[in-house]
């Protein structure tokens, strides 16, 4: 049986991989994470589109506060996230990353809500979709620093705590407007961080990383993601409880349409990406694509 939230997600995985091509070209220079999670925090205004098509109320108290810890969360983890690419590979720290976070999730889903049944084959299929993502994470270089491990593993939980705080979401209010708040709240949130004088320099300076050169690439790459949010967002109201760990183990997809991906611009314009894929690394990835593509399989059958 084909679940109907493993279509969406998959194309979801599809537009992220898009947006992950586009950031990795807008970073890879010095990188500010303050600049990304702000403009990126403003993007989430786009969800106005949606106003027309949902019940004009505001979210009563009972969802109201879940809404808005939703909202802290995800702007947390951006910030966590473009932290540790400030220090570290990006390709490495999104990769860690997507690898980590079912485990969390997987966690959580437990301590919130109980057993959940997945049955034998969503069980193989987890496993199988998170050795794919381990070993597509391990990169070029699979040390990891303590300060690596705290960054990336402090994003990881945060953006599964999303996840989670999704999910209570959608189950009680309509899929459109709780996400309408949820990225409104995000919205408002991103402001914060003009407090700071600091932080007012960072973003607002004309040597800013989103120069005229880059601009572009990161808007498209940003719409990119807004639409992978939008129905990974879908998928995550879609799914049973018991299946949230596997919905998001499924971003190995991402690194299997971003390796195609840079092997194609790799080949026509060489030097956008300055990567040289090794033939030991397309090996690793070959396997992982493996790993992924059985744990889909296992899913469909």
């Known amino acids: 049986m084909i679940y109907s939230w493993l279509l969406i997600i998959t194309l979801a995985y599809f537009f992220l991989s898009l947006s992950s091509l ?15 999670t702000f403009y990126v925090g403003m993007l989430n205004i786009s969800v106005l589109i949606f106003l027309p098509f949902i019940a004009w109320s505001f979210p009563n108290a009972s969802i109201l506060w879940w809404m808005i810890a939703e ?17 570290y590979d990006v390709t490495k720290v999104i990769t860690t990353i997507g ?31 998170v050795i794919g993502n381990i070993i597509i994470s391990l990169g070029k270089n ?56 600091k932080n007012r320099k960072e973003i607002f300076e004309k040597k800013t990383v989103l120069n005229k ?24 109201s879609l799914a049973p409880v018991a299946f949230l760990p596997v919905v998001n183990s499924l971003n190995g997809l991402q690194y299997v349409f971003l390796f195609f991906l840079t092997l194609f611009v790799s080949y026509f314009w060489p030097k956008a990406l300055h990567e040289k894929e090794t033939k030991k690394i397309i090996i690793q990835k070959i396997i992982s694509i493996i790993f992924i593509a ?8």
């Open 22 to 36: 586009g950031n990795k070209l807008v970073l890879a220079g010095p990188s500010k994470p303050t600049s990304f």
């Open 71 to 87: 909202a802290i969360v995800f702007m947390l983890g951006l910030y966590t996230m473009y932290w540790a690419i400030e220090y």
């Open 99 to 129: 690898a980590t976070q079912p485990i969390f999730i997987l966690i959580l889903t437990w301590l919130i809500w109980g057993e959940a049944t997945l049955g034998r084959n969503g069980i193989l299929a987890f496993i199988l979709l």
């Open 142 to 197: 699979a040390k990891a620093t303590e300060g690596y491990l705290k960054l990336t593993l402090l994003a990881a939980l945060f953006f599964a705590v999303d996840y989670i705080l999704s999910k209570i979401i959608f189950l009680s209010v309509p899929f459109l407007y709780g996400l309408f708040w949820m990225r409104m709240f995000a919205f408002f949130l991103a402001f914060i961080l003009l407090v700071s004088k």
């Open 213 to 236: 050169k880059t601009e572009l690439t990161f808007m498209l790459a940003n719409t990119a993601g807004g639409a992978s949010n939008i129905l990974q967002s879908f998928a995550i």
């Open 294 to 301: 059985s744990g889909l399989a296992l899913l469909v059958l």
